[in-house]
């Protein structure tokens, strides 16, 4: 029998989860799969073994990463979604499978858009079978997503047209607690355009008492929280 081998990268800072992980797809692999997998605990690993397998002209056909990670130790990379960025410019042909803790749409949204994996899956409801089975598509037929992202991003399509990114962050930071006067500190807009952005939000969720607070209860009704 031929075997197809397939090379892959696995980054993320718990090794006993990434040890789960290595060996799910080792006893989920078809038969014809001889799987070549190398594991990272932070960026400064991962982007180490970015560069090898492209200075051998061995690049992975599979990076598996985590969005929370240790950064790298010159500041450049903060997260796993810093990797997939780059990882796409060296491996433009490697599937890239995200593992997040993160259930919020607004992050969700943002590493779609930025990323465009092949995967993505929460791991608050990861099982071994989900794991194989984004393995596997991600090969053939992507992309794969788990039921909570798929979820998310259904209640948000139909209002995808008027809730734009800034708008998005804006509701973001509020939920955070940032106050509406601190907004300008973190986005690239006078005081005057936040507050119409948000007047234009409270029209979209139909708020009434013009709170804030009634606002981010709606905007998470919705899927945008």
């Known amino acids: 029998m031929t075997h197809n081998v397939i090379r892959i990268l696995m980054t993320d800072d718990h090794p006993i989860i990434i ?15 001889e799987l070549k997998i190398d594991i990272a605990n ?14 051998k002209e061995r690049p992975y056909d599979v990076l598996f990463m985590d969005i929370s990670l240790p950064p790298s130790s010159d500041g450049k990379y903060t997260s796993g979604e810093d990797l997939a960025i780059h990882a796409r410019t060296l491996m433009p042909n490697a599937k890239i499978i995200i593992l997040t803790m993160f259930n919020e749409s607004y992050r969700i949204h943002n590493i779609v858009k930025r990323i465009n994996p092949e995967g993505l ?19 053939k037929n992507p992309p794969f997503y788990s039921g909570t992202v798929n979820s998310l991003i259904r209640k948000t399509i139909s209002a995808d047209m ?21 907004l300008k500190e973190h986005i690239n807009l006078s005081m005057s355009a936040i507050e ?15 709170s804030d607070e009634t606002l ?5 009704k919705n899927g945008f929280l």
């Open 19 to 33: 040890e789960g992980y290595q060996n799910t797809l080792l006893a989920t692999k078809k038969p014809d799969q």
């Open 42 to 55: 932070n960026c400064d690993q991962s982007l180490q073994y970015m560069q090898e397998a492209i200075k």
């Open 121 to 139: 899956l929460i791991k608050s409801d990861l099982t071994s079978n989900e794991l194989s089975s984004a393995f596997q598509a991600a090969l």
């Open 162 to 182: 008027e809730v734009d990114d800034v708008n998005r962050k804006i509701l973001h930071l509020l939920s955070q607690g940032i106050k509406t006067k601190s």
């Open 196 to 210: 119409k952005r948000k007047k234009h939000l409270k029209e979209i969720f139909l708020v009434q008492d013009g």
């Open 216 to 220: 981010l209860n709606e905007a998470r």
